[in-house]
Each structure stands twice: as structure tokens, then as C-alpha cells.
């Protein structure tokens, strides 16, 4: 049964501000000594513990803050608007680093509250069995708070500050950085005290509650980053070395085996069909986010942000195209039979040998067909707009019949989920919505095929009927744009069909935080650290080979081949979870990946692999700031002199 888990909208566990601000409603408080009396107001208090997990940057609904946003800081995803911090512009006062410095620390401090008041026999009003229970969810979540204070902000042994005791005032945050592995050795104790409890379960039926297989899900995780060290040096832009604590990955090992001892492992009914609603308590999602489109705040807006215009709830409104699968990411789905990576010279050859400006010339849509004009002179008017944009050397590629089946055959013979994550150019059918025909009552799903160039972002199925334009079902998909609708690669992951939704930002979709195909990615790479090739395949060919996937089975040459491997199938498997960025920075990867040209490709570029965007793309990595460290916000700095400014960061 889904239960969304929502705190007292009152509750101030205390009433400090800056890295403690609670923002609830001051007329209808809780004081924190109350606040553990009966077991109604203990379980609202254990869950503004979860509720942080909304507020920081990724399971958000802010544009700025959500998963999209966040996942557009790594290789996977591009932006329409680039933040500062691809962009290269981000200092220590960015928003990006306040915003998460304080709502970590604000779960930090409510588990704390929660912690001290549940470690007393007898507290919190409810029976002891609850108690205990309750005592190792505010365990793992202040465990959860700090693992990513420590991988974004404490990396290179800084460290943060370290807060295990309720603080009554503001004028208590003034802690100095406790060292990374303090940090680091805290987590594991809070984690172990939750394995080691009886009344903690292993596996929760409750979507949304952490459970014991988190617990080993989590320490598996630090124990990876303890045992393989990727040691990034920012003024080459590279990892110069990997330090290796073989201790440390047999631990990983043996925390990622016991996940599935806990009841976890892979979904067997398909891999789209793991990211509905009717699927997110199945045996593969370990811990999530438990989302509702029947309260506003509490729904899933990646649909909101990664949908087009034919993407609409029933309150009408439609998605705004924000976010776009990478070209890098698209082109790392391997073939399927062929048991190699894909190639676009096999599709068109001499493809990267014109310039990237040129190439838009193989995304048009046919202008004949059975050679017939096809479709309206507006229509054909747009398709020759966009030849005469190309070099006049090249304007002779475009098949005026025959353009749409050229590029078709990308995306044949390819890994299943690229069709299942992704909605790609003269592919399959998207089922959407058309905001004008809701309007008018008719809630009859829509057919879209993605194809270019296409009006603006309104450009209705009625309209598309006219004359002029001369498209029937299945429509010209809808994206954003004024006068001309831009064109790049679409998520399908997380984006309703027909009008599956109440709210169009409010998907009721949980997020996964840890699914068990990412544990055995993590647990693949401490064997391949620790020199186990065949036991690392073994791994990484149990996501690959799942039913629906059925990709063909890996064997490795070398750990370098395992480790480049590995992190291509995390690309692939775990896009638009908000597991990305975070993977990159750990293996040292970000600069190079997202930052620099990668595959061909230039992160976030107005133009890439032929695809237009009217955006401000493009990624720089600083000149002046280490990005591969997050900075403790100037802010914090400010208000407690007792913090150390980062290291390699201006203030």
C-alpha cells in the first residue's frame, strides 16, 4: 500500500534560521519538548526528517532544484537554460551550494531532535517495537544528510561540521569542519546501529521508509568511496591515481550481497514498466521518494520539465521541454546483436566530418513522398529555410524522400532502453495530449511522432490539419520554441502518456533513490578494484541481461576496461535518477565528461550532433574555482568564522 509520508505542517523541532530553518507557519508550532509525547506528533516529526529529502536540489519541484537540474550538472543531460555551474560562472555566494548546505543540515538537525528523543525507553508515546523502528529511519536519513554533505563539501579530507546533539539556538552553529573521515566514520556507525537492530526491517512494504536494505545499500556505498579513491588533481583536469583500500571494497562487497539477503533484486517484468506507479514498491526500488499528484508540493515534476508541449495534465497544463537527453548518452547505447558500440559512420558515413552546424541536414523530414509533395507549402517553406542554413556543399546530403528513413536506422538494433528512456526523431509513436482538445473535452490520448522542423510550442493538432501544414495523425510532437519549436532528444522516463495525471507537476511517479540495479553497478566496480574481472561481469551482466534488456554478456580485459565499462552501464541504466553528476564527481570523471568535448560532443552546445536549440548551452569548466569540490557557501562563512573556506575556491 503507497502512503505518502508528510510532517506536521506546524512542527519546529527547533527555532533556529540559516542551517537550521524549518520554514513552517509560526501560529501553529510544536516546541520541541512537546514534540515526542504521543506516537501522532512522533511520526509527523519523523517525517520532516524525509520531507528534506524534497528540498535540496535533487526530488524537488523547482526548476533550479529538481532531479532534471541536477541531473543536468553531469554527462546525461542537458539544459535549456545552463546553470552557472556548467556554465563555469558559479562562485562560492551560488544558490546551487547554499540551497543544499542548508536543507541537509535541516534534516540533520530534525534527525537529531528525533534521535535523542527515541534513544530514551519509553519516548516518543508509542511502543517500543515503533521506537526502535523510528530510532533507525532518524539514523539513516542523518547517515543520508551527511554522505552527501561529505561527497559534495567535505571531499579531499575537510570534511563539515559535525552536529549529533538537538541545538536549541542559532548561536550553537558555530562547529569548524570535523575531518572527512570523522564524517565518514559517524555515517557507518549511524548505518551499523540500523543494520544491527531487530526491529528495523529488511524490507518495507511501505513505499517512501528506509528499511535495512538501504542501510547495507548506503554503507556498501561509503565503504566504495573509502576503498577506491579516484585521487583528481584540477590543475591537469584529470585522476592522476587510485588509491585502494582493499579492506574497505570487501566490506562494500559484503554490505551489497546482504541487499539482496534482504528481499531486493531485479524487477523481471520489464524495465519501463519499473518507473510506473503500479510498479515502485516492486523488489528492485530499495529506498524512494513516495510521491501523489492529490497534494500540491508532493508530486514528481520531472515530467513537468523533461516533457514537450504534447505532455499535458488534466489541469492543462503542458510540459516545458527544459531538459534533453545528451547526444553522448543517446550514442552510448550499444547495438544489440552486433556486440559493439554504436557508430553513426555505420548510418552515415564521414558523419562527424562535416561541421556540426551541417549536420541538422540528416534530422530534417522528408518534403516527398511517393514523389508527391508531402505536406503544406508552410511546411516545405520551413524545410527549405533550414537547407539554405547549411554550407552549400552540403545542402546536397538532405534525401528529400528518404531523409526520415536514413536516420530510422539509428536507432535499430540498439539497446532496448534507449526507446524505453528517450523519444527519438521519426521513431516510435509518443501517446500524449493536445491542451487545446482538453479544453474542449476531449481526453482521448493523442499519437506524436517527433519530427523537425515544426511550428512553435502551440502549434495544435488542429492547427497541424490546416492546409497550410497538411499533418494528420500521428501528429508533429510539440516543443518549446516562439515562432520555430526547438529540436532535441526527449525523456520518455518519467513522462506520463494520454492524461495519466491530475497535475502536470505533480507526477504521483516515486523517484528512486537506490535501486538494486545501481547496487550491483557499485558492487561490480569494488570487484573489479579488487582485481575479481569475472565476479565484476557477472554483476554488470545481470542488469544487462535482465528480461526486456537482454543485451549481450560483457567479459573484461582489464580493470580499466571493467571500470569504463561499469560506469557506460550506469550512464545507460540509471539516466534521470539523480545518480549521475554524483557518480561523475566521485570517479573523477566530471570535468572530462561534461565539461569538456566528450564522444564528439560539446556538452550543452546551442548546436550538437545537428540538433538545434535556442537555448544558452554550452559548459566551462571554472578557471578560477575547483569544481570538483563544492564550496562552503560565502554565507556560512559569514556566520560562523569558525568554518574554513574551501580550498581552491575564491570568496
Known sequence: MKKIILPFIGLALCGLQSCVDLDMAPHNQVASGNMWTNSTLTNQGVAAIYQRLRGWGVYNQD??????????????????????????????????????????YEGVHRANDAIQALSQPGGGGVDDE????????????????????????GRYGLGVPLYLEPLESVDECTKSQSPESEVWAQV?????????????????????????????????????MLGAKYNYDNTVGTVTSTSIDQDML?????????????????????????????????????????????????????????????????????????????????????????????????IIPGYFDIPANDRLIYFLRDS????????????????????????????????PEGNEARLKKAWENR?????????????????????????AGDMNPVPYVFRWPVKQQRHYVDL???????????????????????????????????????????????EPVFRYAYVLLMWAEALAQLDDLNGAAEKVNMVRQRPSVEMWPYTFTSKEDALNKIRNESRRELCMEGVNFFEELRWGTLRETEFEPFMNYIAGAKTCNGIQSSGNGGASWSTTND?????????EVEKNPNLQKTPGWLY
Open 464 to 510: 497541424q490539419e490546416d492546409p497550410s501544414w497538411g499533418v494528420t495523425a500521428p501528429y508533429d510532437l510539440m516543443q518549446d520554441g516562439s515562432s520555430e519549436a526547438e529540436f532535441a532528444y526527449r525523456y520518455r522516463k518519467f513522462v506520463m502518456e494520454g492524461y495519466e495525471c491530475e497535475y502536470a507537476q505533480n507526477s504521483p511517479i516515486d
Open 250 to 346: 570487501r566490506k562494500a562487497v559484503a554490505d551489497f550481497e546482504k541487499v539482496g539477503e534482504c528481499g531486493f533484486g531485479l524487477f523481471q517484468n520489464g524495465y519501463k514498466e519499473i518507473f510506473t506507479e503500479e510498479n515502485e514498491g516492486c523488489e528492485e526500488i530499495i529506498f524512494a521518494v513516495s510521491n501523489t499528484d492529490k497534494m500540491e508540493g508532493y508530486g514528481n515534476a520531472t515530467q513537468r520539465y523533461c516533457g514537450t508541449r504534447s505532455m499535458v495534465g488534466h489541469d492543462g497544463v503542458e510540459g516545458w521541454s527544459y531538459f534533453a537527453p545528451s547526444n553522448a548518452l543517446v550514442d552510448m547505447y550499444e547495438y544489440k546483436d552486433e556486440q559493439r558500440d554504436f557508430d553513426w559512420n555505420d
Open 368 to 399: 516527398v513522398a511517393n514523389g508527391q509533395p508531402l505536406g503544406g507549402t508552410e511546411l516545405r517553406k520551413m524545410i527549405r529555410q533550414k537547407i539554405n542554413i547549411v554550407s552549400e556543399g552540403n545542402r546536397s546530403l538532405y534525401l
Open 130 to 153: 515503533t521506537r526502535l523502528r523510528l530510532l533507525c529511519e532518524s539514523k539513516f536519513l542523518r547517515a543520508f544528510y551527511y554522505t552527501r554533505l561529505n561527497e559534495l563539501f
Open 415 to 439: 539497446d532496448p532502453r534507449l526507446r524505453y528512456n528517450v523519444i527519438l526523431p521519426y521513431d516510435e509513436v509518443y501517446l500524449g495530449g493536445d491542451a487545446q482538445r482538453l479544453n
Open 627 to 635: 569544481y570538483s569540490i563544492w564550496p562552503v557557501p560565502s554565507t
Open 63 to 104: 526548476y533550479s532544484n529538481a532531479t532534471p537540474a541536477f541531473e543536468a550538472l553531469g554527462m546525461t543531460t542537458d539544459p535549456y537554460r545552463t546553470p552557472p555551474y556548467t556554465k563555469g560562472t558559479a562562485g562560492s555566494s551560488d544558490g546551487l551550494f547554499s540551497n543544499a548546505w542548508k536543507n541537509f
Open 188 to 224: 557507518i556507525q549511524d548505518l551499523t546501529d540500523c543494520i544491527n537492530e531487530p526491529n528495523f526491517p529488511d524490507y518495507y512494504q511501505e513505499t517512501g521508509r528506509a528499511c535495512k536494505g538501504a542501510a547495507y545499500t548506503l554503507r556498501g556505498r561509503v565503504y566504495l
